[in-house]
């Protein structure tokens, strides 16, 4: 419940109730309250997505692309609760990457919100292994040797908003062009790999520190040990990235993450641009036939147990976590807020504390299921379900 300039809940954290004093699209105040209704709402920092590929229809990675197409899906992801988030430009031709980037970078020029909210954009590929399974869905065709005069390129039609890059360290040139991306300030990202674990240390050592969709984009059959996951999840300077909606990844293999790295391991959607459809058959221009069922899952309409990409948001993440037990709620939402937030370097990153921009999400738990009610984005609330 919302009164101008605040908002009453429980702190995502420690369930106190408070009262968070908006000011300038900030928190200027969060005071601990004493009484409170017994259906008080949550208050959350609000998400942060490292990877989405689109929403509703609208696909980052098809051209014509416009900028009202990047509006659209921004406004539909913040009422989502994801307040920040990563347009994703998958594999592709040069010439193609530089023109869906500079979309996207145009975008952001002309909205200011669309400016507020695309945090950075993220490009996977098209220097991933060329190898069928760790490829993914990738055209192949358009897989490439790491090319940093490309980079560069595509650094300008994005007016510098190109924030992460996913690649794989078997080429022969991978530690030299890791190099000169940190030195551009670009996070490099290992993911879509079949490199050695000797080649994922050299990675490191030349300044990767993130994995994307760890677990994912992989072999189906890789050397018992060494390999590179367990070489990813041994490097104390990588940060994992996870999908966890309960379709990419076993329980066990989430739980095994958490332990191994508990202070470090992030969800991500990596939703695909039918996310957000009805359930039903869809042709695609990767996937071919593809079937999203009613549970959530994408797959291969020939191939049921092929999945099609991810087609489920941040929330369906966090619920799917603490329905299995993985995690406590709280923890659960910091890995797809707080930590990511911090990990890019975002002002963001305190969460909900004082002084902080005021990015919140409003929510209840209708069982195992969130229900979103408002949502913040530098103090203006860009969603309302009971105003």
Not at 6 to 32: A, D, F, M
Not at 76 to 87: D, F, K, M, R
Not at 129 to 147: E, I, K, Q, Y
Not at 224 to 230: I, T
């Amino acid at each position: 419940m919302t009164v101008a300039g605040k908002i009453e809940g429980r702190h995502y954290r420690t369930g106190q109730p408070v009262t968070v004093w908006l000011e300038n699209g900030r928190i200027s105040r969060i005071c601990h309250n004493e009484s409170f209704p017994e259906d008080l709402p949550w208050i959350a920092p609000g998400m942060v997505d490292l990877q989405i590929n689109g929403y509703c229809g609208i696909d980052f990675n098809t051209l014509p692309l416009t900028e009202e197409a990047v509006h659209e899906v921004t406004r539909s992801i913040a009422a989502l609760g994801v307040t920040s988030y990563y347009p994703t430009v998958i594999t592709n031709s040069g010439e193609e990457i530089e023109k869906l980037v500079g979309v996207i970078a145009s975008a952001c020029s002309n909205d200011p919100f669309t400016d507020s909210c695309i945090a950075g954009i993220h490009v996977e590929g098209p220097f991933i292994s060329p190898l069928d399974g760790a490829r993914g869905a990738h055209n192949a065709s358009f897989v490439t040797a790491p090319d940093l005069e490309w980079v560069e390129r595509w650094q300008k039609s994005a007016n510098g908003k190109i924030r992460i890059i996913t690649m794989s360290p078997e080429w022969d040139n991978a530690a030299e062009f890791i190099r000169s991306c940190v030195q551009m300030g670009i996070i490099v990202s290992i993911g879509h790999t079949a490199a050695s674990a000797e080649q994922i240390r050299e990675a490191v050592a030349a300044g990767a520190t993130m994995c994307t969709h760890l677990g994912n984009g992989a072999a189906q059959m890789i050397p018992r040990h060494p390999n590179f996951l367990w070489e990813q999840l041994a490097c104390d300077e990588l940060f994992p990235c996870a999908i966890a909606d309960g379709f990419h990844l076993p329980e066990s293999v989430l739980k095994v993450f958490l332990k191994v790295k508990p202070q470090e391991l992030m969800i991500v959607s990596d939703a695909v641009y039918l996310s957000g459809m009805e359930p039903g058959r869809y042709e695609t221009h990767i996937g071919g036939s593809v079937v999203l069922t009613p549970e959530g899952r994408l797959h291969i309409a020939d191939n049921p147990q092929t999945l099609a990409g991810s087609a489920q948001m941040l929330p369906f993440n966090i619920e799917h976590l603490v329905r299995t037990g993985l995690c406590e709620a709280s923890l659960a939402w910091e890995m797809a807020s707080t930590r990511p937030s911090a990990f890019m370097g975002l002002e963001t990153a305190p969460g909900l504390k004082e002084n902080a921009p005021a990015d919140l999400v409003v929510y209840k738990w209708n069982g195992d299921l969130l229900d979103i009610q408002q949502v913040y984005k530098d103090g203006s609330q860009v969603l309302d379900q009971h105003g």
